[in-house]
């Protein structure tokens, strides 16, 4: 099974920022939908953030705060998350899949996850 791997994640204030990276292990996710979920205890998996062949569409609770990018030369993508709150508190992951090229924000439609990293925004 393919697997992302994801890094970066930490504890930080609220107001903070932090960078989290997601290495796809092959060339051809370069051309895949690239996304970010967060799920927190007792909570769905929610979603986050999600880049495609050049767009990119963010939750209304993220946007403003929060940027995907994509360095293609290492196939590696970044969510950087800015003014962080305590409700960004989670598990994030990132997810890929081969069965679209559109931007989609459901989880179940992502094929490829990675191992998940802990954020966590202290008040």
């Known amino acids: 099974q393919v697997r992302l791997v994801e890094s970066g994640g930490g504890m930080v204030q609220a107001g903070g920022s932090l960078r989290l990276s997601c290495v796809a292990p092959?060339?051809?996710?370069?051309?895949?939908?690239m996304a970010w979920f967060r799920q927190a205890p007792g909570k769905e998996r929610q979603f986050v953030a999600v880049w495609s062949d050049g767009r990119v569409y963010y939750d209304d609770a993220v946007k403003g705060r929060f940027a995907i990018s994509k360095n293609g030369g290492n196939n590696t993508y970044y969510l950087q998350m800015g003014s962080l709150k305590p409700e960004d508190t989670a598990v994030y992951y990132c997810?890929?899949?081969?069965?679209?090229?559109?931007?989609?924000?459901?989880?179940?439609?992502?094929?490829?996850w990675g191992q998940g990293i802990q954020v966590t925004v202290s008040s």
């Open positions: 997810a890929s899949t081969s069965r679209t090229r559109g931007i989609t924000s459901t989880a179940s439609v992502y094929d490829y």
């Open positions: 092959e060339p051809t996710f370069s051309t895949y939908p």
